[in-house]
């Protein structure tokens, strides 16, 4: 059975290349009637915190990955990892490290003074006997470092193919610290086998530690999960996607108004081509289609646009039943409206979600839409003002239109156009001209839904009081 994890660590609340990855792995668990594991890679005490924990499970949560075993913490395993550890020294495919970080460093520092590369010497590998029971008895702090054998590692990327590294690239790593904390590469591999964890699906940045898990797989004689490794996504300015680009966690698109299933189909189709583009895909559909081999090698750019893009289209595609209450929450956010419509009232409110959501791309774009015909107050733009509100002949025209409304019994999108047309026609004039001049005295944007559904909606009697403030706009 296929056995994927996601296992992120609490430094930071839940990022796009993050959510990416447990998307990918959710997808493939999921197509494969698999497992998704969700693992918290705590043992950064100094840096995890249990708030960013909190807030990766709300992320996963909003997105809807939900997890078929976990959370397990890796805070809460610290001495299973130290026993393994241990084992492998016991094994002879680690040994215990002496050296203190500052000789470490001034070691370093001094190879870089004469221009040359430094990496660990294996000087406690040689330590007798009574030099490691001096320090022992001196309580020096001790490390526990892996022994890396001659040779070369190979294995075949999901995605990359095959990868091969020479073992004297790699220095004897530290798989248990001086504090007694373990390693990224031991609490990886040590929780991967006791999971079973059968596919490693993680960031192109982790490449470069496979080898040295690799050769942990071996040394405990454990099979060898399949790796595949995600192209890393770029910011607008192609560099790697990060704070500095204003994308800080999933979460932050859920208050600017994104919808789960956009979100998902956005990061998904960032890097993994199902055949159709431009398409908003049910999460039924991803878990059909999706396969390793249909994800890009490339960089994506992270695309703002596509996002806008694929949440306009579900939101045009949501019933105005459905909508209508993510509406509601945040005209009352904005202090637009104050309680739930019912009755009549309802009935007219569905009317204006229906007439706004084709032009909304995000949940935010509602109250500004819908302020005119929630509000008395009007933010007029000032460029649309002096495009489509000073022609001189407006000031005979309006007011002929105004007295055709007022007399008007039934004040209809149909009976709406019939008079503004009849009455273009009798002034020589293009209907063109008022209706940008009713739009915008009615709502203030030179942009909105159809003029005469606009009109009906606000109603005759607002409609008028709009158009009488004419001079002074």
Same mark, same amino acid.
């Given at each position: 059975?296929?056995?994927?994890?996601?296992?992120?660590?609490?430094?930071?609340?839940?990022?796009?290349?993050?959510?990416?990855?447990?998307?990918?792995?959710?997808?493939?668990?999921?197509?494969?009637?698999?497992?998704?594991?969700?693992?918290?890679?705590?043992?950064?005490?100094?840096?995890?915190?249990?708030?960013?924990?909190?807030?990766?499970?709300?992320?996963?949560?909003?997105?809807?990955?939900?997890?078929?075993?976990?959370?397990?913490?890796?805070?809460?395993?610290?001495?299973?990892?130290?026993?393994?550890?241990?084992?492998?020294?016991?094994?002879?495919?680690?040994?215990?490290?002496?050296?203190?970080?500052?000789?470490?460093?001034?070691?370093?520092?001094?190879?870089?003074?004469?221009?040359?590369?430094?990496?660990?010497?294996?000087?406690?590998?040689?330590?007798?006997?009574?030099?490691?029971?001096?320090?022992?008895?001196?309580?020096?702090?001790?490390?526990?470092?892996?022994?890396?054998?001659?040779?070369?590692?190979?294995?075949?990327?999901?995605?990359?193919?095959?990868?091969?590294?020479?073992?004297?690239?790699?220095?004897d790593f530290v798989l248990l610290r001086g504090d007694g904390l373990p390693t990224y590469h031991l609490s990886v591999v040590v929780d991967?086998?006791?999971?079973?964890?059968?596919?490693?699906?993680?960031?192109?940045?982790?490449?470069?530690?496979?080898?040295?898990?690799?050769?942990?797989?071996?040394?405990?004689?454990?099979?060898?999960?399949?790796?595949?490794?995600?192209?890393?996504?770029?910011?607008?300015?192609?560099?790697?996607?990060?704070?500095?680009?204003?994308?800080?966690?999933?979460?932050?698109?859920?208050?600017?108004?994104?919808?789960?299933?956009?979100?998902?189909?956005?990061?998904? +189709?960032?890097?993994? =081509?199902?055949?159709?583009?431009?398409?908003?895909?049910? &999460?039924? %559909?991803?878990? !059909? /289609?999706? *396969?390793?081999?249909?994800?890009?090698?490339?960089?994506?750019?992270?695309?703002?646009?596509?996002?806008?893009?694929?949440?306009?289209?579900?939101?045009?595609?949501?019933?105005?039943?459905?909508?209508?209450?993510?509406?509601?929450?945040?005209?009352?956010?904005?202090?637009?409206? +104050?309680?739930?419509? =019912?009755?009549?009232?309802?009935?007219?409110?569905?009317? &204006?979600? %229906?007439?706004? !959501? /084709?032009? *909304?791309?995000k949940i935010k774009d509602f109250p500004l839409r819908a302020k005119p015909f929630l509000s008395g107050d009007i933010d007029y733009d000032?460029?649309?003002?002096?495009?489509?509100?000073?022609?001189?002949?407006?000031?005979?025209?309006?007011?002929?239109?105004?007295?055709?409304?007022?007399?008007?019994?039934?004040?209809?999108?149909?009976?709406?156009?019939?008079?503004?047309?009849?009455?273009?026609? !009798? /002034?020589?004039?293009?209907?063109?001209?008022l209706i940008h001049a009713l739009r915008m005295l009615v709502v203030g944007t030179p942009v909105s839904p159809g003029i005469f559904d606009?009109?009906?909606?606000?109603?005759?009697?607002?409609?008028?009081?709009?158009?009488?403030?004419?001079?002074?706009?």
């Open positions: 059975m296929v056995r994927v994890r996601f296992a992120p660590s609490p430094t930071g609340y839940l990022h796009i290349g993050a959510a990416r990855t447990s998307l990918f792995n959710w997808l493939f668990a999921r197509h494969h009637k698999g497992k998704f594991i969700l693992r918290i890679e705590d043992t950064d005490l100094a840096r995890s915190s249990e708030e960013m924990s909190r807030g990766i499970l709300e992320g996963l949560n909003w997105l809807g990955l939900e997890w078929d075993e976990g959370p397990l913490y890796q805070s809460e395993r610290i001495d299973v990892y130290r026993k393994r550890a241990e084992e492998l020294v016991g094994k002879g495919c680690a040994y215990n490290c002496f050296c203190l970080p500052e000789e470490i460093r001034e070691r370093k520092e001094m190879a870089s003074s004469r221009g040359e590369y430094w990496e660990y010497d294996r000087r406690c590998l040689k330590l007798s006997e009574r030099e490691k029971s001096k320090f022992e008895e001196e309580g020096r702090p001790k490390a526990i470092r892996f022994l890396v054998p001659e040779g070369e590692i190979r294995y075949s990327d999901l995605i990359h193919g095959p990868i091969s590294v020479a073992s004297k690239n790699i220095e991967d086998i006791e999971q079973g964890i059968t596919h490693v699906i993680r960031g192109d940045d982790h490449i470069s530690n496979t080898p040295k898990q690799i050769l942990l797989y071996k040394a405990f004689g454990s099979p060898l999960p399949q790796f595949a490794h995600l192209a890393l996504i770029l910011g607008p300015d192609k560099k790697k996607l990060s704070k500095r680009h204003g994308v800080t966690s999933i979460l932050q698109f859920r208050e600017e108004g994104y919808f789960p299933l956009a979100m998902l189909n956005f990061l998904a +189709q960032m890097s993994w =081509s199902p055949g159709e583009e431009k398409r908003l895909y049910s &999460l039924g %559909e991803m878990i !059909k /289609e999706f *396969s390793l081999e249909k994800l890009s090698k490339g960089s994506p750019v992270f695309d703002l646009d596509k996002l806008d893009w694929l949440n306009g289209q579900l939101i045009s595609q949501m019933s105005v039943d459905e909508l209508a209450p993510y509406v509601f929450e945040e005209l009352k956010r904005e202090n637009i409206i +104050q309680s739930e419509p =019912s009755g009549k009232k309802k009935d007219w409110y569905l009317k &204006l979600v %229906e007439l706004l !959501k /084709e032009r *909304s791309r000032p460029a649309g003002i002096e495009k489509y509100l000073r022609d001189e002949r407006l000031e005979e025209l309006l007011p002929k239109l105004r007295e055709d409304f007022a007399r008007m019994e039934s004040f209809t999108v149909e009976n709406i156009e019939k008079v503004l047309r009849l009455r273009a026609e !009798k /002034e020589g004039v293009k209907a063109a001209l606009v009109l009906e909606l606000i109603g005759k009697e607002k409609t008028i009081e709009r158009m009488d403030k004419f001079p002074e706009i």
